[in-house]
């Protein structure tokens, strides 16, 4: 039995009240599904869908302090590095309201810090991260087309014949899958990945789970994302072909990342890899967490390239409004690195437009645009505007 209680057992068609399924709209924001919820009935936030998560977390100890929630015990839990320790606090039969599902009590993981800081990251504001866990009763559907999560009753629900069926493992209310990954230089491994909703990448893969995975002969050093604790620090390259049964990716975008060795041990934490919504939002998906399935429907007969930022800058979004865009990272030998943007410059316009007019999503599909783009930037530096243009490329 783990530290925190995995609730109660509910009859799906109580929680659904009375309805053979639900539909539950969410916000698709830089690559991540997020819920409007309302815990112990007074507080609205947004949470991610995370089926790579087991539990409910809170990021912002603020919010039960400010109710005075009682907390029943302290905890550790991993960081983002999966071996840096930080500490959780467990609140008891809190009150979980998602819209159109009859509110249940749940425990709670509050963080003693935001380590997470995704509000910037993102550019909205996210008050936590609910669990695969949590839905783990229903067959839960996820259409990233109409920005729409589907709960059926699994006593009501028919299996779609246009569907494509992949066997899934459930270890400790996360869903695993067997893949195919095809290196570039012509090596085959098979290969577990956790299924993830909470990841923002579309393939990360840990080398020292395998003696054959490794790093390709092109690779960036970077920042992979935001975890607890922190970013992920790793490499960004390309796998030549990832295959799901009978679907196959080329050219995939990959994350690379070394797993702790404590992991490696352990048989219900293994794994060789995460497979995140930037490949998983490509289809109409499926979760059956009771007959162990994934079933997936492509949103197209032929997949789309996997792209990636084209200028080397990492911005971040500060302001009640979060449209005051802060340069967090400069990648090395990239285009924004060749003229000079750094760290802490302030954007102020960009293509000749306020940066206030736009969303971090919209700035950075600009720095996604084809290779060869000029984009004209106008950033603040010490109080002083300096004009940028840099030629978008790709960096791998």
Do not use: C
């Amino acid at each position: 039995m783990s530290a925190i209680a995995q609730g109660l057992v509910y009859n799906p068609m109580a929680i659904l009240q009375g309805r053979k399924k639900v539909t539950i709209p969410f916000r698709y924001v830089h690559n991540f599904i997020l819920l409007d919820v309302k815990i112990y009935g007074i507080l609205p936030v947004q949470f991610i869908l995370d089926t790579g998560a087991e539990h409910i977390i809170l990021f912002k100890r603020e919010y039960t302090d400010l109710i005075q929630v009682p907390y029943d015990k302290r905890i550790p839990i991993l960081g983002s590095d999966l071996s840096r320790e930080i500490f959780a606090l467990i609140t008891r039969n809190g009150l979980i309201e998602v819209s159109g599902l009859a509110p249940r009590p749940y425990d709670m993981l509050v963080l003693e810090e935001d380590y997470f800081n995704l509000d910037e990251m993102i550019g909205t504001p996210v008050a936590g991260l609910i669990g695969g866990g949590f839905f783990k009763n229903f067959i839960i559907q996820i259409d990233y087309r109409k920005n729409r999560l589907i709960l059926h009753d699994p006593a009501y629900f028919k299996m779609p014949s246009d569907y494509i069926s992949l066997p899934l493992q459930i270890k400790t209310n996360k869903p695993y899958i067997h893949a195919e990954a095809n290196l570039q230089d012509g090596t085959v491994v098979q290969v577990d990945l956790l299924v993830d909703t909470g990841a923002g990448i579309p393939l990360l893969l840990h080398n020292n789970t395998h003696p054959s995975l490794h790093l390709p002969d092109q690779y960036i050093r970077g920042k992979l994302g935001m975890g607890l604790g922190g970013y992920l620090e790793g490499y960004i390259g390309r796998l030549y072909q990832l295959s799901l049964g009978q679907i196959s990716f080329p050219d995939v975008l990959t994350s690379y990342q070394d797993l702790d060795e404590s992991w490696l041990l352990d048989k219900d934490r293994y794994r060789n890899g995460i497979m995140g919504n930037q490949l998983l939002s490509r289809f109409n998906v499926i979760f059956d967490y009771n007959r162990s399935q994934l079933l997936l429907k492509p949103y197209r007969k032929r997949q789309l390239a996997f792209t990636m930022d084209r200028s080397g800058i990492v911005f971040f979004a500060y302001g009640q409004e979060f449209n005051r865009f802060v340069v967090q990272d400069v990648l090395e030998n990239s285009p924004a690195s060749e003229v000079d943007i750094q760290p802490d410059d302030i954007l102020i316009k960009i293509q000749g437009i306020p940066s206030r007019m736009f969303t971090l999503d919209g700035i950075n599909q600009i720095l996604q645009k084809s290779p060869g783009k000029r984009v004209r930037l106008v950033i603040e530096r010490s109080g002083h505007l300096l004009q940028r243009d840099l030629y978008l490329r790709d960096l791998i």
